[in-house]
């Protein structure tokens, strides 16, 4: 486990957000999900609630923030540092 995602994942635990600073190159949010989900290690379920729930996933993005909760704060913070890709435990819609 990488320190990055060693950290990412001890600040997700606690609720912190946490911004990553990563070598976008141009990606979409779509390609930085594929990524992450090539590194988790277990098959990917076509069928869950982890999906898109605001926003164009195949825009660039600027930035990354990682929370448990996308509060109005942690969206606020998000966006003014350039980070356009929350990725959150918690969504902002109930999508069940």
Not at 13 to 20: D, E, R
Not at 61 to 90: F, K, P
Request: proline content about 4%; glycine content about 8%.
């Amino acid at each position: 486990m990488s320190r990055l995602l060693f950290l990412s994942t001890v600040f997700f635990a606690l609720g912190a957000p946490f911004q990553v600073n990563l070598v976008l190159a141009q990606s979409t949010a779509r390609e930085i999900i594929g990524r992450i989900q090539e590194q988790v290690g277990l098959s990917w379920s076509d069928q869950t609630v982890d999906t898109f729930k605001a926003g164009d996933p195949d825009g660039p993005v600027t930035g990354v923030a990682v929370t448990m909760m996308a509060t109005l704060d942690v969206l606020q913070r998000a966006a003014a540092a350039g980070h356009n890709l929350v990725i959150t435990h918690e969504p902002r819609f109930y999508g069940h």
